[in-house]
Structure formats: C-alpha cells, structure tokens
C-alpha cells in the first residue's frame, strides 16, 4: 500500500540539482561521502565562497533528508512489512550517523572561516544562531546514543501499530475503537474504553522498559554535552533561544489559573446535561445531548474531496495546492491494520514536497486533522521557493500555528461535511472544547516532562505518583475510580515523551497563536488570511517572535494570553 503513495519516480523534480549527480543514491554513504569531503576542502575566505558552499551543502542535505522521510514514510504506512522496517533501521544505523559527523565538521568550518562574521545578519543571523549554538553542543559520542534512542523509538510504534482488541465481532485496531468513545450508550462507550485500556495495559511493562532505556541514554548525551540534566540540554539541542524553563512552568501557571477552572466548568455542564452525578473517563467525548457522532464521511476519498472543496472556498491558492497534493499521491489517510498509529507531516525535502499521514475512521475528529496536516503541508508548500534548505524548516513552536490556525481559519466552511447548520456547530463547538482540553493536556505533559528530567535516579512508583499528581493538576471533573492503574500509565499514549522529548509546548504556545488568529478572522479574514500566508511564506528564515510578528500576532504564552484565549473559549463555548 504504501508503495501507492511515495513512488519517487512519480514526482516531479521542479528544482534541478546543481551540485549533486543526477542519479546519486542519497541512502548509501559510500555515495555520500565524496560529496561531504568536497564540501569540506572548499576554501571559505569570502562571503561568496560560503554563500555557494551554503547552496550546494543545502542540497545534499536535502537529498539525504529526502531519503529518510521516505523510509520513514513507508515503515509507518506498513509496520508489518519487514523489508520497509529494515531499510529504515539500516539508513539510521549507516547514514544518520556519519552524515552527523560530516555536518559538524562542516558547521565548525563555517563558523570559524574568515567570512562568517561577515555574512549580512538581515538574511544569516538564524542560520548562525543555529550553528554556533550546534557546534557548542555537539559531542562525537552522542551521535550512536541517538540512533539507539530512534531504534528504542520505532519499537515503541511498533508496540502500538500491533494493538488491536476483538469488539463487535471483528478484530479492529485501537484507532478504530476510538469511534466507539462517541456512543450515546454508555455501556457501549464503557466496554470499548475498558477494552482499549486493558490492551494498553498488557504491553505497560516493555513500554515502561522502552522508556527507561530512553532515560538512560539522554541523561548519557546531556553529560557528554556537560550539562547538569537532560532538560537544559533540550532546551538547547530544540534551540529555544527565545524562551527557556521559566516561560514554560509561567505557562503552567496561566493554565491552572485559566484554563483548568473552564475545563472543569465545561465537564460540570456536560454532567448535567448528560443526567450524571459524575463523568467518567468514558463520558469525555459523546454528544452530552445524547446524539449520535457525527460522520462527516464514509469513504477517505470523501474525505480528501470534501477537504478540498474547503481549502478551495477559504482560498483560491490553498485549494490548488491541496489538488495538487491528492493528484500526485501525497495523501495516506485511511486507517489500517499495521499501519503506525497518529497522523503526520512529513516533507520530501529535495523536491520540496508534503506528504500528509493519518488514520481516518470516519469521524469528526479525522476533518480536523486532515485540515491541521494540510497546515503543516501549506507551510511546506509557501516556503519552497527559499534557496537554503536550512531557512525551509520553520521552529516548531510556529509551525504549529500553520496548522491550528488552518484547523480555525477553515471552520466556516464545515457546511462542506455538515450542510446542516446544527451539525456544522456542534463540530465546531466540539473542537473548541478539544482545544480547552488540549491546553491543558499540553501543561500536563510538559510539566511532566520538567519533573522526569529534574529528578534523576526517580523509581518507576514514583514516576507514576508524579504523573497522577501533576495529571490531577491540570485534569478535568472526571473519576478514575476504579481504573487507578490505567490512570499511572495513561502517559505511555503520549509518542512525544518517547519520539521527541520535550516536543510538546510548541502545541500551546502555538494554539494560543491560532486563537488570536481566528479572533482577527472573525473581524476581517482577508486580512488574517494575508498573515497567515505571508508568515508561512518566510519558512524559518526569521527568529520566532518575527514569525509571529509577520502574521499579526504576539508572542507570549504567560497568564496574560492564557486569560484572553480562556475568555474567548468561554464566550464560544457557552454564551447564550
């Protein structure tokens, strides 16, 4: 199946190689290497001789990096399949890691040429903030602990994509189970939530062993770095130049002042209405009104054309580029047995193209996402025509609001899915009440994070205490009665704490971006619009307050914004 999707000899090349052969086999380093060593014996006296050297070393990477998306891509589309696994295993294990190597050498060569400093700052400062920050960090002995934290990582994903549970007469994966948790009957919502966590719950302790190898080897790279814990580390290795510790645990603070209060107000409500004296975690996701899901779609073409028509509506432009990515196959949308669970991103650097991952079971839900990765797929598509494949990769924390914002900015246009206007607003307010409900899920797993990497040494009990509690901090009405051990290891659903540690605030800083946007929308979307675009269009060739800047917005993620956005969801949510 996923051979149907990332054929390379399918998809155009609309920007030549320059510098690389025309036929180099980018996964192979024997093939890589000559082209490293020329890069590294080229003199880099004069601001030109670096501005090429730039250009041809932005290609290689492109093309390495297009190498392993696809791998990626395709292990994801089938875990099942052996070959793909293997040839994704041997690129991390014989490529990631000498590439790494080359590149430092580069980055030092860069950094310390005559010519470096002199580099115009309007157009060079993001790139040497970069580097220099890179150079300070590396150690040669980190690079194997990474490729073992990947491979600890696959495994993970590996675990889940085998998940599946028997409900209703047929196996079916736990994404498909998901569907269930939208059920006016409650013992059905029940059975399938019990189902779904018992499942969990069999692969708790390799999960937890997983995890603990993780620990392990990132408390190793933060050392050989000489850092005192792992989390300052991150904070440099994610390069956070413009935020750190403090502004996230004020972020915290924002939401356990603003955003739990309105949580838990919310599931009071939605305890009244649905008849109950408690929720239970089975009782978060159905219609309080007792009606029955919402199923935009039956078929993921549905799904891909209805998308369309949105972007279409929202913006001449947008909807082009959509068509052009369902024409060329760059979509993989529908859920399947061993496919890996989530949805993603992913870009095919060198020819600078999208290629948009999920599991769409039919539900409400699966609109969302789709137009949230075709946020991420729209960032990719703006900034393609920037020369340096460094400045094509923009920080996450902003990349995030291409896709939030996209999620915000299309939502007038449900009527595609829901020509009834009543459905049209339920899928709205529904999202919105997932959007109170991932701000704080969002401070959860952060402050988590801050806790695991703070307290060396901490035992797998404590670990689970810590998360109960900080999970009590920011969590919603709902009783865990019964389910204490589901609750402990409730985290272990999270890829981020295993995939990409640390990797989560970008979610809120950049959802409160997405709200002010949506907020300037509802006075002028033509306007919002043009932000939203110019912004995308720079890529990351500016520092992340200019990004946001570039679309109109603050950046600030303290108490402050926390209080608007909560006022904003409040006056959605349940104004009269």
Not at 9 to 35: C, I, K, N, V
Not at 445 to 463: C, K, L, M, N
Request: with cysteine; charged share 30%; hydrophobic share 40%.
């Amino acid at each position: 199946m996923a051979e149907k999707f990332l054929d390379p000899a399918e998809l155009p090349r609309e920007y030549p190689r320059r510098f690389l052969p025309p036929d180099l086999p980018a996964g192979e380093w024997q093939e890589l290497a000559p082209l490293f060593d020329d890069l590294e014996k080229r003199p880099l006296s004069s601001r030109k001789e670096v501005e090429e050297a730039l250009l041809d070393l932005s290609e290689l990477l492109s093309a390495v990096e297009e190498e392993g998306a696809i791998r990626y891509i395709r292990m994801t589309c089938d875990t099942t399949n052996p070959a793909h696994e293997q040839a994704y295993l041997t690129f991390l294990e014989n490529v990631v890691p000498k590439v790494e190597e080359a590149l430092h050498r580069l980055r030092v060569r860069f950094t310390q040429s005559p010519a470096w400093k002199d580099l115009p700052p309007e157009r060079y400062e993001v790139l040497q903030r970069k580097w220099e920050n890179a150079v300070r960090i590396f150690r040669e002995e980190n690079i194997p602990l990474k490729v073992e934290e990947e491979k600890l990582g696959q495994r993970y994903q590996k675990i889940f994509g085998a998940m599946t549970v028997e409900f209703e007469g047929r196996t079916q994966t736990l994404q498909q189970m998901a569907k269930y948790l939208e059920e006016p009957d409650r013992r059905t919502r029940e059975q399938a939530w019990e189902l779904i966590a018992e499942r969990r719950l069999r692969d708790k302790n390799e999960i937890e062993d997983i995890f603990e190898e993780l620990l392990s080897l990132r408390d190793k790279r933060a050392k050989n770095a000489g850092f005192e814990n792992f989390r300052d580390y991150a904070f440099r290795e994610r390069e956070r130049f413009d935020y750190g510790p403090r502004e996230c645990e004020e972020f915290h603070k924002g939401v356990e002042e603003a955003v739990v209060p309105l949580l838990r107000l919310l599931h009071k409500e939605r305890a009244k209405r649905m008849g109950l004296k408690k929720l239970r975690p089975w009782d978060l996701l159905v219609d309080p009104e007792g009606r029955p899901p919402l199923r935009p779609f039956k078929a993921p073409e549905d799904l891909i054309q209805g998308a369309s028509e949105i972007f279409s509506r929202l913006d001449r432009r947008l909807g082009q580029l959509f068509s052009r990515m369902a024409e060329l196959r760059l979509l993989d949308v529908a859920n399947r047995p061993g496919k890996a669970p989530g949805g993603y991103q992913s870009t095919l650097t060198e020819r600078r193209l999208p290629f948009i991952f999920m599991n769409a079971v039919g539900r409400d839900q699966d609109v969302w996402t789709l137009l949230h990765e075709s946020g991420h797929a729209f960032h990719t598509l703006l900034c393609r025509d920037e020369p340096l494949h460094m400045y094509r990769d923009p920080p996450l924390e902003f990349a995030e609001v291409a896709s939030m914002g996209m999620e915000l900015l299309a939502s007038p246009f449900l009527d595609v899915f829901y020509p009834k206007e009543e459905e049209k607003k339920r899928s709205l307010e529904e999202h919105l009440y997932g959007i109170v409900r991932l701000l704080s899920w969002v401070a959860t797993v952060d402050a988590f994070q801050h806790w695991i990497y703070t307290h060396p040494g901490h035992s797998r009990a404590e670990r689970h205490r810590a998360w109960v509690e900080i999970f009590r901090r920011f969590g919603g009405l709902e009783d865990w009665s019964g389910y204490e051990e589901v609750l402990e290891h409730e985290w272990h659903r999270q890829l981020h704490l295993f995939l990409a540690p640390f990797y989560y605030i970008e979610y809120g800083i950049a959802q409160l971006g997405a709200l002010e946007l949506w907020r300037k929308s509802q006075a002028d979307r033509a306007q919002a619009l043009a932000g939203y675009v110019r912004a995308l269009s720079l890529g990351g060739a500016q520092p992340l307050p200019r990004l946001f800047a570039a679309a109109g917005l603050p950046f600030d993620f303290g108490p402050d914004p926390l209080r608007r956005a909560a006022h904003t969801l409040h006056r959605a949510l349940l104004s009269p």
